[in-house]
């Protein structure tokens, strides 16, 4: 699917379109907080900026399907998400300008704490700091040895997120999810 066809018919007179995206907001309301983030929140700009355009809601990826990240931009910049799947890692590689080659696998990580048992108790470590993640990314780049013929490449996004890149022969895109959805459990 292309969309870019029918977006060319809907721009006149040198306008734009701007897509405000605001990833990850849809919750449900907090009956203790009374409202949904975006209900509770503060926004004047984005209030302005809606007062002055066309808005509207967009199902990006079939009724009743969840958007993950990836699939649901995919589909907004018009790719069929059913046919494109590339998975969050390419994004992480590609948002921190990793040169990403035919064949490379690409999972995007996220630092968490684990208790003695190995059972996760923060999924986001404490949201550290980049620096640190930084600093724990080198650490484990210079102790990991690589049990395959290639390379592995560990670098920063930001606060607790990483993306990990694997490059060689053999490799394969079937890389499954291991962080668990809740607390109190070990990663599979």
Not at 8 to 23: M, T
Not at 120 to 133: F, H, L, Q, S
Request: proline content about 7%.
């Amino acid at each position: 699917m292309d969309a870019s066809e029918t977006w060319e018919h809907l721009v006149q007179d040198g306008g734009a379109i701007v897509y405000v995206i605001i990833d990850g907001m849809g919750g449900l309301p907090d009956p203790q907080k009374g409202g949904t983030e975006l209900q509770l929140a503060h926004t004047p700009h984005l209030d302005g900026i809606a007062g002055e355009s066309s808005c509207g809601m967009l199902e990006v990826v079939g009724p009743g399907i969840t958007p993950g990240s990836g699939p649901g931009h995919l589909a907004l910049f018009g790719y069929d998400p059913w046919q494109y799947t590339p998975g969050r890692g390419v994004f992480s590689a590609l948002g921190v300008d990793f040169d990403l080659k035919q064949g490379d696998v690409a999972a995007r990580l996220s630092f968490a704490t684990v208790d003695r048992e190995g059972r996760v108790v923060d999924r986001r470590a404490g949201r550290i700091d980049t620096e640190t993640n930084r600093r724990l990314c080198e650490k484990i780049s210079k102790a990991v040895k690589l049990e395959f013929e290639g390379s592995f490449f560990l670098e920063t996004v930001s606060e607790h997120r990483a993306v990990i890149v694997l490059r060689g022969g053999n490799l394969g895109a079937r890389v499954c999810d291991t962080e668990p959805p809740r607390l109190g459990v070990p990663p599979p």
